[in-house]
């Protein structure tokens, strides 16, 4: 169990979403918290971690965190889970069958959209897993509702014994406001009891649930008809009417202070009876909502008249500047200039895509990939996936968390005569191969798969801000925990022993040789990498590097590499002998910010980068 020295008194605070719902889950008891990183909702349990009395962990993927935590409920212990949007996708097996046997002690789970792709690879909308799994829905529209909401999520999971989903978004999770939080409340474990006709979900047991599962829902149809939660705010002006939830609601209230909304916080079940009558007193209904139009759809099915989709955006988040031109448009008006962006030449800003951290371990690996000729990578997610962009352009696919491995295998099985000779390499990063990735290295050594798999541990979560995991050997607290031995691990999932090999992905010519040897062999390989994420404390920095301009002479070898701290300070063109005309790159080292990991060094034929000192 955790402990900090001391909790905050109750009172006012000024909290993110994120730490709002932390505080709220430790303020109504919960013993058990399990999540799996994921932006936007990896600060909830980073923050719960920090509260006494209560059991925190980072799970290996999203659906054992949403296991743990159905355990605990079950035990009668108040229990939470967070994820982001993409998370539930892993998660959904057990949601599903979750939805039939409900909960015992009272369960919330959250989930964070990521509407506008922050920093995900779809913008998928999870409220339909409310509809899909005939759970309600809780939508906060600020820090201090997150924080009520929760609190109520555990009060309406206990008395309806329902899992209650939390429906976050990028803008509640991560914006701060002042947020009144009040104290624990002790919920003492009831403890387990056998009851294998709800427990033991076979198909005779869940078929006698499926009527608990209708009534509940009508049950809590009814509730929604008739809660505070959702109501009726606003002005006079009857024009136009707006149905939202969630942020949606403030960006109404901002663009149109004097229209009336229907604020839902409870937003599924749809109270639709309350939607009718709130169409009844407008003139036109406009249903604002990120993203899909799922209410609109449920809305208009039910034969009520409403704009949404039609006049607003599908994707991304529908704020003030959005919502304005798009309801003068809907109302026949003239689009007036933003009062917040007034009429002015366009700014030039210098693009800033995004790119690897200073001497990150990952810098070496692409840029040995992108000297490699007739090789297809097969890219996962995490801090890597950025091994797609320049100057490494060294993926050619990203699917999902784990995908790398059974994508790979695909395109070794479903090559073509031209590609006959091609090599193929899978790319995934030690949490994301523990998360979702050993299944599909077994599935490559099962089948015989003509695979060479980089494993890249850096030994930490690093792309969702540097979170413990199995294979660095800490758990949530920095406390010490097995570590698992990825060698022995992926023999255990079937690749021989002479095809595994450990490289300091620092030692370039290492690094290439072991590749251009692995590719030829055809067979599973894995090459595991060894050096930590430069942002942990396991990271030891050596002496930082310069460039003797004296010796540069332009090639750009080391640019090459993608490092932040090379800098080209100036280009040149040199005329060579033969006529042809060579671009030169002249550059300086940002000495500050160089770790000395002499990847660049490798690259430059006129020893021209040197010891700072």
Not at 31 to 58: H, K, Q
Not at 175 to 189: Q, Y
Request: aromatic share 6%; net charge neutral.
């Amino acid at each position: 169990m955790n402990a900090v020295s001391k909790v905050p008194a109750p009172g006012r605070m000024f909290l993110s979403g994120n730490e709002a719902v932390a505080r709220a889950v430790w303020d109504s008891g919960v013993r058990v918290a399990a999540a799996y990183p994921g932006t936007p909702a990896s600060e909830m349990l980073e923050n719960l971690g920090r509260y006494p009395d209560i059991y925190a962990e980072w799970s290996v993927n999203e659906k054992v965190s949403l296991e743990v935590v159905i355990g605990a409920s079950m035990a009668g212990s108040r229990a939470f889970s967070a994820m982001k949007h993409v998370g539930m996708n892993v998660a959904s097996d057990a949601l599903m069958t979750l939805t039939l046997t409900g909960a015992k002690g009272g369960m919330v789970i959250a989930i964070a959209d990521d509407v506008g792709f922050s920093s995900s690879q779809n913008e998928q909308d999870s409220r339909y897993w409310g509809r899909f799994g005939h759970l309600p829905i809780l939508e906060p529209a600020d820090s201090q509702e997150a924080y009520d909401m929760t609190r109520f999520g555990y009060a309406l999971s206990e008395e309806y014994q329902v899992p209650v989903i939390l429906r976050m978004t990028t803008r509640i999770c991560h914006v701060k406001a002042m947020v009144t939080v009040g104290e624990r409340e002790e919920h003492p474990s009831t403890g387990f009891e056998k009851d294998p006709a709800r427990w033991v979900m076979v198909p005779g047991h869940a078929k006698t649930r499926l009527p608990m599962q209708f009534a509940r829902e009508n049950a809590l149809r009814a509730l929604a008809e008739k809660s505070d939660l959702n109501r009726v705010e606003g002005g006079s002006d009857r024009r136009l009417g707006f149905v939202a939830s969630g942020p949606a609601t403030m960006h109404v209230r901002e663009a149109f202070p004097n229209a009336p909304v229907l604020k839902l916080g409870l937003s599924c079940p749809a109270p639709m009876e309350k939607i009718r009558a709130f169409a009844a007193q407008v003139d036109r209904l406009l249903v604002v909502e990120e993203t899909e139009p799922l209410l609109e759809t449920e809305i208009k099915a039910a034969g009520i008249a409403a704009h949404g989709k039609d006049v607003l955006p599908r994707s991304g988040e529908l704020s003030p500047k959005v919502l304005r031109p798009a309801v003068a448009k809907l109302l026949g008006e003239p689009i007036a200039p933003s009062a917040e962006a007034p009429q002015r030449p366009a700014l030039e800003v210098f693009p800033r895509p995004p790119t690897m951290c200073v001497a990150c371990p990952h810098l070496g690996i692409y840029y040995t990939l992108h000297q490699m000729r007739n090789v297809t990578v097969s890219g996962d997610i995490g801090c890597y996936t950025l091994g797609a962009g320049h100057p490494w352009n060294a993926l050619d696919s990203t699917i999902a968390m784990g995908a790398s491995m059974g994508i790979a295998l695909g395109l070794d099985k479903g090559r073509s005569e031209g590609d006959a000779n091609k090599k193929i390499v899978a790319v995934i990063g030690d949490s994301t191969f523990l998360h979702n990735g050993m299944t599909g290295l077994l599935e490559i050594t099962y089948h015989k798969g003509n695979v060479t798999v980089l494993l890249l541990d850096n030994r930490t979560t690093g792309m969702t801000g540097g979170q413990n995991t199995a294979a660095n050997g800490r758990d949530l607290l920095g406390n010490p925990a097995p570590r698992v031995d990825f060698p022995k691990l992926v023999e255990a999932l079937g690749v021989k022993p002479e095809r595994i090999r450990v490289v300091d992905p620092y030692e370039l010519p290492t690094l290439f040789k072991a590749l251009r040897e692995e590719t030829k062999i055809e067979e599973p390989s894995v090459i595991i990498t060894n050096r930590p994420c430069v942002l942990i404390d396991e990271y030891e920095k050596r002496q930082p590097l310069k460039v003797d301009e004296e010796k540069c002479n332009g090639c750009g070898n080391c640019v090459d590499v993608g490092c932040p701290a090379i800098l080209v300070t100036r280009r040149a063109k040199e005329i060579k002998p033969s006529g042809k005309e060579v671009d030169l790159s002249f550059v300086r080292i940002e000495t500050v910010a160089c770790t000395g990991c002499n990847l660049c060094v490798q690259t430059c034929g006129q020893d021209a980068i040197v010891p700072a000192n």
